[in-house]
């Protein structure tokens, strides 16, 4: 780490949007960055990654405004990494909420699909809509139209069976098999999601 009078040499160049004081910075505080997030994430090298990368981001963007008046570099960068790590948990918190849901059966593709249902704190909806346009890239087109068609675009049966040029009935079926492949998906990602973050 910097020495006080480096540090607010460093401090002072930040501000100034210096790249070089930025490498400095890096330098001299990934390690310690590195160790104090797997101090509050965990044993998990992705998530202590994920998170340090995060860090750095806030601090890039936040270094116009570092006061050396207010502290130490160090002192600042901590207060990012603990706000960054919160973060992170509030996320992983999220996560294995909706999977707890969806694997208890109180929330269903519809309620996936209709993210203004009262399940969700408004913090999370946007959340929830990443989630659900994530999972609907990854499922076959012609489900992904389906789903968006009936529970985003509230078309009827009649309506998507004309688009589709086919029967009610066989739309209907198309519909529960596209449910199926979403609620599948939807488990696989936020499974993999979790796994990866836990294991």
Same mark, same amino acid.
């Given at each position: 780490? $910097?020495?006080?009078? /480096?540090?607010?040499?460093?401090?002072?160049? @930040?501000?100034?949007?210096?790249?070089?004081?930025?490498?400095?910075?890096? /330098?001299?505080?990934?390690? *310690?960055?590195?160790? @104090?997030?797997?101090? $509050?994430?965990?044993?998990?090298?992705?998530?202590?990654?994920?998170?340090?990368? /995060?860090?750095?981001?806030?601090? *890039?963007?936040?270094?116009?405004?570092?006061?050396?008046?207010?502290?130490?570099?160090?002192?600042?960068?901590?207060?990012?990494?603990?706000?960054?790590?919160?973060?992170?948990?509030?996320?992983?918190?999220?996560?294995?909420?909706?999977?707890?849901?969806?694997?208890?059966?109180?929330?269903?593709?519809?309620?996936?699909?209709?993210?203004?249902?009262?399940?969700?704190?408004?913090?999370?909806?946007?959340?929830?809509?990443?989630?659900?346009?994530?999972? $609907?890239?990854?499922?076959?087109?012609?489900?992904?139209?389906?789903?968006?068609?009936?529970? $985003?675009?509230?078309?009827?049966?009649?309506?998507? *069976?004309?688009?589709?040029?086919?029967?009610?009935?066989? *739309?209907?079926?198309?519909?529960?098999?596209?449910?199926?492949?979403?609620?599948?998906?939807?488990?696989?990602?936020?499974?993999?999601?979790?796994?990866?973050?836990?294991?």
């Amino acid at each position: 780490m $910097l020495g006080p009078e /480096e540090q607010q040499d460093v401090g002072l160049r @930040l501000r100034q949007g210096d790249r070089a004081a930025w490498a400095a910075l890096y /330098e001299n505080y990934r390690i *310690a960055v590195w160790r @104090l997030t797997a101090r $509050l994430v965990g044993g998990d090298s992705a998530a202590i990654a994920d998170v340090v990368q /995060e860090v750095f981001l806030a601090a *890039a963007m936040a270094g116009r405004r570092y006061d050396p008046e207010q502290g130490t570099l160090w002192g600042w960068l901590t207060g990012i990494v603990h706000r960054q790590a919160a973060n992170f948990w509030r996320k992983e918190e999220r996560a294995h909420r909706w999977r707890s849901l969806v694997e208890s059966g109180q929330l269903d593709v519809v309620q996936l699909l209709e993210t203004e249902d009262h399940l969700f704190l408004e913090s999370e909806r946007q959340d929830v809509a990443d989630l659900v346009r994530r999972v $609907l890239a990854e499922i076959p087109g012609d489900y992904a139209i389906l789903l968006t068609s009936k529970y $985003l675009d509230e078309r009827s049966l009649e309506d998507i *069976a004309a688009e589709f040029g086919s029967t009610i009935d066989a *739309a209907k079926s198309k519909l529960a098999r596209a449910r199926r492949e979403f609620r599948a998906a939807f488990e696989l990602l936020v499974g993999s999601d979790q796994g990866a973050r836990l294991s």
